[in-house]
C-alpha cells in the first residue's frame, strides 16, 4: 500500500482495528477468548477504542486538513510510516503485554499523540495560523488524558481509570463540536444543493465553551447537582445548534444525514449524562455510549468515508454497502444505549452492538480498501 498521504494508511487501519478490537472485547467479555491485555480486558477495550482507533482516525483527520488549512504538504513516505509503525507496535504490545517491560508498552503508546502534535504544529506555526492552533492542546490534553489511563493500571485505580475514560470521550466530543462547526453546515449545502445556514456567533462561541465546562461535570469534580445542570445546557446549545442546521432535509442523502444524526447524539449524550447523574435509571455507561458509539462512531465512519472519496479524486457519492454500514452503526448505538432497558441479558447487549460496530466498519474497509489502497484517478498525490 502506498503511504502517501495522512488519511489514507491511517483511516483503513484504524477502521480494521476496530473492527477486530470491537469483536475481541465481546469475545473476552463472554468468556470465548481468553487473551489477557495490557490492564486487563475492560481497561484495554476502554483504552484501545479512545486511544487506538478514535485517536488514530483524529490524527489521520488533522494531518489531511491540515495540508487544506495551510497549503504546506503534510508528512508523507517514510516520516509516514514511522507514525503509522508506532501507533500499531503500540496496539500489538498491549494485546501481547508479555513481549516488552511494562513501562516501555507505556512509553510506546503514549508517544503517538505528542509526535503527531508536533507534525500538525508545525506547517501551522510557520504560516502563524493560530485559528487552527487549537488542535494541538487539544491532542496534548489527549497525551494527558492516556497518562492517567496508563497510571490507574500501576496504581490499581478503576476510579481514575473511568475518570481518564471519561475526560478522553469529552475531548473528542469538544474537538467534533469544533470540526462539525466548520464542516456540516458547508456539506449538507453542497449535499443537499441548498443555501448553507448562516451561524449566529454567540451560539459558535458558546458552543464549545459549554463543552469545555461539561467536562470536569462528566469526571465528577464538582457537586452532583451542579454538573447534571452544567450537562443539561450544554446538551440545550448542541441541540439548538443541530436544529438549525435542518436535519431533515438531509435524509435523501447518505454522506450527510448520519453527520446529522451523529451531532444529535451528541446532544442526547449529554443530556443522558445529566439525568445519570439524578436517577438510576440511566446508568452512566449507557449516556457515555451515547457519545462514544452514536456521536463518535457515526460522525468518524459518516467523515472517513466522506473525505476518502474527496482527496481520491471520486464522486462524493456512496453505493449500498456503505449506507448499510451507517444503518448498522446507528442501529449499533441505538441497542448499546437503549438494549439494557428492554433486555434482560447483558450479554445479548454487548454482542449485538459489537456485531453491528464490526459489521459497519467492516463494510467500511471493504468498500474502501481499493479506494486507498491504489492511486487516484486524476493522477494527482491524494
Known amino acids: 500500500m502506498p503511504v502517501s498521504s495522512g488519511f489514507q494508511a491511517i483511516f483503513l487501519l484504524g477502521a480494521l482495528f476496530s473492527t477486530i478490537s470491537i469483536l475481541l472485547w465481546a469475545g473476552m467479555f463472554s468468556g470465548a477468548i481468553g487473551i489477557s491485555p495490557f490492564g486487563g480486558s475492560l481497561w484495554w477495550h476502554s483504552h484501545e477504542m479512545l486511544f487506538g482507533f478514535v485517536a488514530a482516525i483524529v490524527v489521520g483527520f488533522l494531518l489531511t486538513a491540515v495540508q487544506a488549512w495551510t497549503g504546506i504538504?503534510?508528512?508523507?513516505?517514510?516520516?509516514?510510516?514511522?507514525?503509522?509503525?508506532l501507533w500499531l507496535s503500540a496496539r500489538i504490545v498491549l494485546l501481547y503485554p508479555s513481549a516488552l517491560p511494562a513501562v516501555l508498552v507505556t512509553l510506546l503508546d503514549i508517544l503517538f499523540l505528542p509526535a503527531a502534535a508536533i507534525v500538525l504544529a508545525a506547517p501551522v506555526l510557520r504560516i502563524r495560523q493560530w485559528r487552527n492552533i487549537i488542535f494541538v492542546p487539544i491532542l496534548i490534553a489527549m497525551t494527558f488524558a492516556n497518562g492517567m489511563f496508563h497510571a490507574a493500571v500501576y496504581h490499581d485505580d478503576p476510579a481514575l481509570q473511568a475518570m481518564a475514560?471519561?475526560?478522553?470521550?469529552?475531548?473528542?466530543?469538544?474537538?467534533?463540536?469544533?470540526?462539525?462547526?466548520r464542516v456540516v453546515p458547508m456539506f449538507t449545502a453542497n449535499g443537499i444543493g441548498t443555501e448553507r445556514v448562516k451561524p449566529l456567533p454567540w451560539l459558535e462561541r458558546l458552543s464549545p465553551v459549554v463543552m469545555v465546562l461539561a467536562i470536569p461535570a462528566t469526571m465528577g469534580l464538582m457537586a452532583v447537582e451542579i454538573g447534571a445542570l452544567l450537562l443539561f445546557f450544554a446538551a440545550a446549545c448542541q441541540g439548538f445548534r443541530v436544529f438549525r442546521w435542518r436535519s431533515w432535509v438531509t435524509l435523501s442523502t447518505p454522506l450527510v444525514w448520519p453527520l446529522?444524526?451523529?451531532?444529535?447524539?451528541?446532544?442526547?449524550?449529554?443530556?443522558?449524562?445529566?439525568l445519570s447523574k439524578l436517577t438510576m435509571a440511566i446508568s452512566h455507561s449507557q449516556a457515555l455510549h451515547a457519545l462514544t458509539v452514536g456521536a463518535i462512531g457515526m460522525m468518524t465512519l459518516a467523515m472517513i468515508a466522506r473525505i476518502s472519496l474527496g482527496h481520491t479524486g471520486r464522486s462524493l457519492a456512496v453505493g449500498p454497502l456503505i449506507l448499510l454500514a451507517f444503518v448498522a452503526i446507528a442501529l449499533a448505538a441505538l441497542l448499546r444505549v437503549s438494549g439494557p432497558i428492554w433486555l434482560s441479558d447483558y450479554s445479548v447487549v454487548i454482542a449485538g452492538s459489537a456485531v453491528l460496530w464490526a459489521s459497519a466498519y467492516g463494510l467500511f474497509v471493504i468498500r474502501y480498501l481499493p479506494i486507498l489502497t491504489q492511486p487516484r484517478p486524476d493522477g494527482r498525490p491524494g
Open 260 to 274: 446529522h444524526l451523529s451531532y444529535w447524539f451528541i446532544a442526547i449524550g449529554l443530556g443522558l449524562l445529566g
Open 73 to 85: 504538504a503534510g508528512i508523507r513516505g517514510w516520516s509516514l510510516l514511522g507514525l503509522v509503525l
Open 165 to 181: 475514560a471519561n475526560f478522553m470521550v469529552m475531548l473528542v466530543a469538544l474537538l467534533m463540536t469544533v470540526v462539525a462547526g
